[in-house]
């Protein structure tokens, strides 16, 4: 397909007027240069789109092997950008591997060699290590939200990846924060670095009104909870939790007063999760209970408020939740 029916599908497929300004520049620089890309840019600005579109008009339709890769931190993040990717185009070959999935359901899926992967770093990897990938061909790969991959313990992951992919695959690394150093594994090409962090199309202080609740200590900071809950419009919160333990915490107490709510967090099992977010995303759930987990791997753009009950360690973590 062509660029110009990419982008046709694209807008119609997911219901936007046209591309802004950060999508349009990835596209450009990717289609005008042969350099490779690190673009940063706020979680919920449509990053996706933005590489999605120089992965499938990289794509040789006429060549059958594995031609473009896309690795994200998260199962959540993966099966959106997979999910995203075939609303564009739905007849692209292409193949989702994720911690989680039934690996024999992948097996089977990668015997019909795709031209696209969609792979969290350790199943991926895994993958390469049974033969079950061969990355020889490949001329694309994107590291989506790569500072929270090295963040979440995938280095070795990555260097592992990395060996396997030949030196003449171009590359897009996406942040919503910045890249402290580039890791040398990566072996980037002379690459252009594209920063809409501070866009005023995009800035996050033009979208949020940000509101102290105090509490008179820790003990009543439940009840507290309850009170902001029950005074705030009845539409979609995310209340965030540092740890899971107190995810858990809260999710119980509120469980208690009868409140719809869900919980959102890395020890449950894969099918509970989405189950959660199902029921959040449809609206039958208006409350969900969530670590910073969900801070990079759901992207839910009708909610309307979040909630702070522990405050966010870093301010990179704050970025990410609001």
Partial sequence: MTKEDILLNAIKALKITSLNNMQNEVIDKWQHSASDLIVYSPTGSGKSLAFLVPVLISLNTSDDTLQAVVIAPSREIVTQTFAVMKKIVPLTKAACCYGGHDAVVEKRELESQPQVIVATPGRLLDHINRKNIELCNLS???????????????????????????????????????????????????????????????????????????????????????????????????????????????????????????????????????????????????????????????????????????????????????
């Fill in 140 to 322: 694309c790969l994107v590291l989506d939200e790569f500072d929270k991959s090295l963040e979440l313990g995938f280095t070795h992951e990555m260097q592992q990846i990395m060996a396997h992919c030949p030196s003449k695959a171009r590359k897009i690394l996406t942040s919503a924060t910045h890249i402290k150093s580039i890791p040398d594994f990566l072996s980037l090409n002379k690459f252009h670095t594209i920063d809409y962090r501070t866009n005023q199309e995009l800035k996050v202080e033009d979208r949020i009104n940000l509101w102290n609740v105090k509490s008179s200590c820790d003990d009543d900071k439940l009840n507290t909870l309850i009170n902001l809950l029950y005074s705030i419009p009845d539409e979609q919160t995310i209340v965030f939790s540092s740890t899971r333990e107190g995810a858990q915490e809260v999710y119980n107490y509120l469980s208690k007063q009868k409140m719809d709510i869900v919980l959102f967090q890395g020890t449950l099992e894969q099918i509970e999760r989405e189950k959660a977010v199902a029921m959040f995303y449809n609206g039958t759930v208006m409350i969900m209970v969530a670590t910073d987990l969900a801070a990079r791997g759901l992207d839910i753009t009708t909610v309307k408020h979040i909630v702070h009950y522990d405050l966010p360690l870093t301010q990179e973590i704050f970025i990410h939740r609001n």
